[in-house]
């Protein structure tokens, strides 16, 4: 049975990488994975928007990519060593914090993909996807990560989507370019999509043989980050699910074209 994060729109996806920052809203000082950026991405019209997940020094989970500052406000501290209030305080001049509480509740008809940065942060997160499970695909590059952040989820009642992380993504690579399917049976079974990028320097991930092996089990492939519309379009054509991407605007009237 396909799970709801799937229904809400056909494929191909767009996931709104960290939201949508255009030019004009970046000039303004808004920045990735803000209130601003995901409302933005929504204003836009995806339907799905891609995050990260942190924990505070006060136990609060926030959308925020790295483990620290310093790369997007100019600070050197991690974000487990800020309280949340000091972190909004922060964020205020660059589209506001947003905690996963309020990204769930401010946009109840968002499909959120959230990829859990931090160990401290699996179980908080997962806790409070459950009541919102049929919105959210959980995902990390640390398959333990994810899993603690299911099972929490799962405690509570919710069965959110996933997608596989690195091992994951290793095993069934592997399985498929030495053609024994059954060797990542068990891998294939766990996940809902797999997230990739085209290559992973001279590697190229995304083949023909992985997309059909894929579909041949009704998992989805979503590739990242992709922002050039050349780029899209030739993914799209591949047969690929969706696309994350920085460039929503681009991705979604790209394929509003290629609809009609």
Known sequence: MTHPWFAAAATPRVLAHRGFVSAASAADGVVENSFAAVAAAHAAGAVYVESDCHL????????FHDADLHRVTGDPRTIASVRAGELEHIMAERGGLITLRQALESFPTVRFNLDVKADAAAEPAGRIIAAH????????????RRRRAIAAAHHEGGEPATSGGRSTIA?????????????????????????IPERQGRLRLL???????????????????????????RLLEAGVDGIVTDRTDLALELVARRGR
């Open 56 to 63: 505070t020094a006060d136990g609060e989970v926030v959308l």
């Open 133 to 144: 499970a049929d919105r959210v695909l959980l995902t990390s590059f640390s398959d333990a």
């Open 207 to 233: 083949t023909p043989r992985l997309l059909d092996a894929a579909h041949a089990r009704g998992v989805e492939v979503h590739v990242w980050t992709v922002d050039d519309p050349a780029d899209m379009a």
């Open 171 to 195: 095993a069934v690579i592997a399985a498929t370019a030495l053609h024994a399917p059954g060797a990542a049976r068990n891998a294939w079974a766990e996940v809902d999509a797999l997230q």
